[in-house]
């Protein structure tokens, strides 16, 4: 994307949701929006659905933990192939309990990537039709990408699991 369309976009976001949204455009002229967690269907329906901004696939949906701020962050990486730009959606969850509205009802391919990020990091897609374990066995306990994650918190002493 060209850091002008960008910018324009990016005032668009601003003009709609006002400070709740912060926003920025990186060197290669993607913008990035970071987004409360509750705006986060909205912003996803508008950027989808609004030819101002069509991204009409959702290419990535991905985590980070940041246990030193308290936070998991999800990032939604959004495409329009047509035009060959991307534009990312990012929301911080409180890592004690992290959930966020799921992205299924705007883009069926989130089914399985929530469900991915559900398995790995343990957010919670509010209103996912399935969300269940997808890496993982169902009596697996944790969630193996958090940084705090324990390995050997799945075995007791023997090497039995628990």
Same mark, same amino acid.
């Given at each position: 994307?060209?850091?002008?369309?960008?910018?324009?976009?990016?005032?668009?976001?601003?003009?709609?949701?006002?400070?709740?949204?912060?926003?920025?455009?990186?060197?290669?002229?993607?913008?990035?929006? @970071?987004?409360?967690?509750?705006?986060? !269907?909205? #912003?996803? +329906?508008?950027?989808?659905?609004? $030819? /101002?901004?069509?991204?009409?696939?959702?290419?990535?949906?991905?985590?980070?933990?940041?246990?030193?701020?308290?936070?998991?962050?999800?990032?939604?990486?959004?495409?329009?192939?047509?035009?060959?730009?991307?534009?990312?959606?990012? @929301?911080?969850?409180?890592?004690?309990? !992290?959930? #966020?509205? +799921?992205?299924?009802?705007?883009? $069926? /391919?989130?089914?399985?990537?929530?469900?991915?990020?559900?398995?790995?990091?343990?957010?919670?897609?509010?209103?996912?039709?399935?969300?269940?374990?997808?890496?993982?066995?169902?009596?697996?306990?944790?969630?193996?990408?958090?940084?705090?994650?324990?390995?050997?918190?799945?075995?007791?002493?023997?090497?039995?699991?628990?």
């Amino acid at each position: 994307m060209k850091t002008q369309d960008a910018e324009k976009k990016a005032a668009a976001l601003a003009e709609r949701f006002g400070a709740e949204i912060t926003t920025a455009i990186t060197s290669e002229g993607v913008l990035e929006a @970071t987004v409360p967690p509750a705006q986060v !269907p909205e #912003v996803l +329906s508008l950027v989808r659905q609004d $030819p /101002a901004f069509d991204y009409h696939q959702l290419h990535d949906l991905t985590a980070v933990d940041y246990p030193k701020d308290n936070q998991i962050m999800v990032l939604y990486r959004l495409m329009n192939l047509d035009r060959g730009d991307m534009m990312v959606v990012k @929301t911080r969850l409180d890592r004690a309990k !992290p959930q #966020v509205a +799921s992205a299924t009802p705007i883009w $069926p /391919a989130a089914n399985w990537l929530e469900r991915e990020v559900y398995d790995l990091f343990g957010v919670v897609f509010v209103g996912h039709p399935n969300l269940t374990r997808i890496l993982m066995w169902d009596e697996f306990q944790g969630h193996p990408l958090r940084k705090d994650f324990d390995q050997y918190d799945q075995f007791a002493p023997g090497g039995e699991p628990r």
